[in-house]
């Protein structure tokens, strides 16, 4: 069977990056065009950024999403699809696509109102749920949200999922057949871990050269567990450490706060936002590198660090204990600041563990290229175009406006 | 054949204001010119289709997400399920010709969606505008609702009014131009068949 034609919708895309979405679509784009999938990706504008352009292979289009004045985040995002869903009926209509995928519950109403007005497939990656960011939903907003999440997943023909913790979320909080899940992990590419750099230089920027480093790096957001690896920094004052903690969120005042509190500020340095190549300087000269997620469908940052060669202390939770494996490629503590300090401990004074942990990461690294991702959401897409072009739903023929603008 | 599909937040029984007598008398009117009539609508029941007679059925969509947070969420939220209802209603009914008659904002986002997936004529027609049910408002909601006011009188192929003043107003304050505006009083006789007229010249292509 011929390679689908694929428009993806995502509300982020480089340069536009809010999470983890926006390099998601791009990789897996990119890698489905090397497989001769063409591919379009609808997507908010961004300053400075070309509404249409194509990169590595990918068409993409921005669409003009702050034209309306909006009274809050969920009304623009309301907005936003209006926008999208007028936009991309004529994307839709100027192109042979055959599939519409749609990432996460922020591009529902397109998706599923593009979905019927050309028949087309559509498949819904869930990235999260709003159950799980939250911990339960607690007011009617998140109420909402989990709410267009239902839609969503009713709506597309088949869902994918991260990790199979991610499958296990859905389906029990969705009440989602398990049969309409297909598990596909998230991607890395490994060339930017290789390229050549000063890397004394990025050390000794972040850490004296007597000190140890370790390395956090994610949303300050309850949900990741960073507050318990400030917690533990008092048991670990005597093996001369620096923890590197970066990113940005919600917590940053708090952590900041406490770490005063904790008389740690020599030895924690909060950087706040860096650039993905001072990241990768990061995970490359890092001692240890610390995930402790409380939440977490499938772990990104442990794909870097495994790839990076930063020998891992981690929770374990949601979809890391799916990529990791305790004390084969990673070291698991349990989610509390004395089971994270024993875990550093653990990787700091025993070189040759942090040695073995840190090789055979690497090795399982391999098996997650953008490539093999690529191959098997192409799977999914074939399976959908197979069942879509058996059944009856299916348009006879696709009607072309005839629309003065 | 030509078939209207009348979309409206409000049809009898759901009655929010003058709208759903509007849309009502307007069926009536159609029908009353042999013309067969889709209404559009929503109400929260299990009931999604009603045939009233030969020549009126009404499609009820309900908003697939709930709660919601304003009435601009569930608004435009709904707008997703009259696509799909409107689109059900275009690939089941192949033979017709269909024109969208859309009244107020409500549903324009889906009537301009629809407009560029399946080239339908569309048609706005307006009974009020935000600025006189909040004047002076520079509220968030109330631009907002104006933002999508306007969508419509630019997107749509022709906009009907009930009165010169009306027609004065989206003129002066939106820059739509005159000839796009059709006044048709419906106090007058026969106001039926003046808008079944707009409508075949609209499905004619002669406005688009």
Redesign the interface.
């Given at each position: 069977m011929q390679a689908p034609n694929v428009l993806m919708l995502s509300w982020e895309f480089p340069p536009r990056i809010v999470g983890g979405l926006a390099p998601h679509v791009y990789e897996l784009s990119r890698a489905l065009v090397k497989k001769g999938v063409e591919v379009h990706v609808a997507t908010c504008d961004f300053p400075g950024a070309e509404a249409f352009e194509v990169v590595d292979g990918i068409k993409v289009h921005r669409i003009d999403s702050y034209?309306?004045?909006?009274?809050?985040f969920?009304?623009w995002i309301?907005?936003m699809?209006?926008n999208l869903?007028?936009e991309v009926?004529?994307i839709?209509?100027d192109n042979d696509i055959n599939l519409i995928h749609a990432h996460d519950w922020l591009v529902a109403?397109?998706s599923?109102?593009?979905k019927?007005?050309?028949?087309l497939p559509l498949i819904a990656t869930i990235h999260s749920t709003e159950y799980g960011r939250r911990g339960g939903v607690h007011n009617?907003?998140q109420?909402?949200i989990g709410?267009?999440e239902a839609?969503l997943i009713r709506e597309a023909w088949r869902i994918i999922c991260c990790s199979r913790f991610m499958a296990n979320e859905i389906i029990s909080a969705y009440k989602v057949s398990d049969y309409r899940v297909d598990i596909v992990p998230n991607g890395i590419d490994p060339k930017p871990f290789e390229v050549p750099m000063d890397l004394p230089a990025i050390r000794r920027r972040f850490a004296e050269p007597n000190e140890r480093l370790v390395l956090y790096v994610g949303r300050l957001v309850q949900e990741k567990g960073v507050s318990n690896l400030i917690e533990a920094t008092p048991f670990l004052s005597d093996l001369n450490i620096k923890f590197i903690v970066v990113g940005e969120g919600y917590l940053k005042e708090e952590l900041i706060r406490r770490v005063k509190e904790l008389g740690q500020e020599k030895k924690v340095y909060l950087t706040g936002f860096l650039d993905s190549e001072t990241i990768r300087g990061l995970f490359r000269v890092a001692d240890a590198c610390v995930i402790p997620s409380i939440y977490e469908p499938f772990g990104i940052v442990a794909l870097e660090a495994m790839t990076a060669g930063a020998p891992i202390v981690t929770s374990g939770s949601g979809g890391l204990g799916e990529i990791l494996e305790h004390e084969k490629t990673a070291t698991f503590a349990a989610s509390n600041p004395g089971s994270i300090a024993w875990g550093v401990r653990r990787v700091l004074t025993n070189p040759q563990y942090s040695e073995a942990l840190r090789m055979e990461a690497q090795r399982e690294a391999a098996s997650y290229e953008w490539g093999a991702i690529a191959t098997s959401t192409l799977g999914t897409y074939t399976r959908i175009m197979s069942e879509y072009n058996e059944g009856n739903w299916k348009?006879s023929r696709i009607?072309?406006?005839?629309?003065?603008? | 054949m030509l078939t209207p599909l009348l979309l409206s937040w409000e049809y009898p029984p759901r009655i929010v204001g003058d709208m759903a007598y509007y849309v009502e008398s307007l069926t009536e009117e159609l029908n009353r010119a042999k013309t067969s009539v889709s209404v559009v609508t929503c109400r929260d029941s299990t009931g999604k289709y009603e045939r009233r007679s030969d020549l009126l059925e009404i499609y009820w969509a309900s908003n697939?997400?709930?709660?919601?947070?304003?009435v601009?969420?569930w608004c435009?939220?709904l707008?997703?399920e009259i696509?799909?209802i409107v689109?059900?209603i275009?690939?089941d009914k192949k033979d017709a010709t269909h024109v969208l008659d859309i009244q107020d904002w409500h549903f324009v986002?889906?009537g301009?969606?629809?407009?560029?997936?399946?080239?339908l004529p569309f048609i706005l027609t307006v009974h009020s505008l935000e600025e006189q049910r909040s004047p002076g408002s520079s509220?968030?909601?109330s631009?907002?609702i104006r933002?999508?006011e306007t969508m419509g009188l630019i997107?749509s192929d022709l906009v009907l009014v009930k009165t010169d003043q009306m027609k004065a107003l989206i003129t002066e304050g939106y820059e739509v131009q005159k000839d796009k505006i059709v006044v048709v009083s419906n106090n007058g006789p026969n106001w039926g068949r003046r808008i079944l007229a707009v409508y075949r010249e609209v499905a004619r292509?002669r406005r688009?």
């Amino acid at each position: 069977m011929q390679a689908p034609n694929v428009l993806m919708l995502s509300w982020e895309f480089p340069p536009r990056i809010v999470g983890g979405l926006a390099p998601h679509v791009y990789e897996l784009s990119r890698a489905l065009v090397k497989k001769g999938v063409e591919v379009h990706v609808a997507t908010c504008d961004f300053p400075g950024a070309e509404a249409f352009e194509v990169v590595d292979g990918i068409k993409v289009h921005r669409i003009d999403s702050y034209g309306y004045p909006t009274p809050d985040f969920a009304t623009w995002i309301s907005m936003m699809n209006v926008n999208l869903k007028r936009e991309v009926s004529t994307i839709l209509s100027d192109n042979d696509i055959n599939l519409i995928h749609a990432h996460d519950w922020l591009v529902a109403s397109a998706s599923i109102g593009l979905k019927h007005m050309f028949r087309l497939p559509l498949i819904a990656t869930i990235h999260s749920t709003e159950y799980g960011r939250r911990g339960g939903v607690h007011n009617d907003y998140q109420r909402m949200i989990g709410s267009m999440e239902a839609w969503l997943i009713r709506e597309a023909w088949r869902i994918i999922c991260c990790s199979r913790f991610m499958a296990n979320e859905i389906i029990s909080a969705y009440k989602v057949s398990d049969y309409r899940v297909d598990i596909v992990p998230n991607g890395i590419d490994p060339k930017p871990f290789e390229v050549p750099m000063d890397l004394p230089a990025i050390r000794r920027r972040f850490a004296e050269p007597n000190e140890r480093l370790v390395l956090y790096v994610g949303r300050l957001v309850q949900e990741k567990g960073v507050s318990n690896l400030i917690e533990a920094t008092p048991f670990l004052s005597d093996l001369n450490i620096k923890f590197i903690v970066v990113g940005e969120g919600y917590l940053k005042e708090e952590l900041i706060r406490r770490v005063k509190e904790l008389g740690q500020e020599k030895k924690v340095y909060l950087t706040g936002f860096l650039d993905s190549e001072t990241i990768r300087g990061l995970f490359r000269v890092a001692d240890a590198c610390v995930i402790p997620s409380i939440y977490e469908p499938f772990g990104i940052v442990a794909l870097e660090a495994m790839t990076a060669g930063a020998p891992i202390v981690t929770s374990g939770s949601g979809g890391l204990g799916e990529i990791l494996e305790h004390e084969k490629t990673a070291t698991f503590a349990a989610s509390n600041p004395g089971s994270i300090a024993w875990g550093v401990r653990r990787v700091l004074t025993n070189p040759q563990y942090s040695e073995a942990l840190r090789m055979e990461a690497q090795r399982e690294a391999a098996s997650y290229e953008w490539g093999a991702i690529a191959t098997s959401t192409l799977g999914t897409y074939t399976r959908i175009m197979s069942e879509y072009n058996e059944g009856n739903w299916k348009p006879s023929r696709i009607k072309k406006p005839k629309v003065n603008n | 054949m030509l078939t209207p599909l009348l979309l409206s937040w409000e049809y009898p029984p759901r009655i929010v204001g003058d709208m759903a007598y509007y849309v009502e008398s307007l069926t009536e009117e159609l029908n009353r010119a042999k013309t067969s009539v889709s209404v559009v609508t929503c109400r929260d029941s299990t009931g999604k289709y009603e045939r009233r007679s030969d020549l009126l059925e009404i499609y009820w969509a309900s908003n697939p997400v709930d709660p919601h947070v304003s009435v601009l969420t569930w608004c435009l939220t709904l707008n997703a399920e009259i696509e799909r209802i409107v689109s059900d209603i275009i690939y089941d009914k192949k033979d017709a010709t269909h024109v969208l008659d859309i009244q107020d904002w409500h549903f324009v986002p889906a009537g301009v969606s629809l407009k560029r997936a399946h080239g339908l004529p569309f048609i706005l027609t307006v009974h009020s505008l935000e600025e006189q049910r909040s004047p002076g408002s520079s509220g968030a909601l109330s631009s907002c609702i104006r933002g999508i006011e306007t969508m419509g009188l630019i997107e749509s192929d022709l906009v009907l009014v009930k009165t010169d003043q009306m027609k004065a107003l989206i003129t002066e304050g939106y820059e739509v131009q005159k000839d796009k505006i059709v006044v048709v009083s419906n106090n007058g006789p026969n106001w039926g068949r003046r808008i079944l007229a707009v409508y075949r010249e609209v499905a004619r292509g002669r406005r688009a």
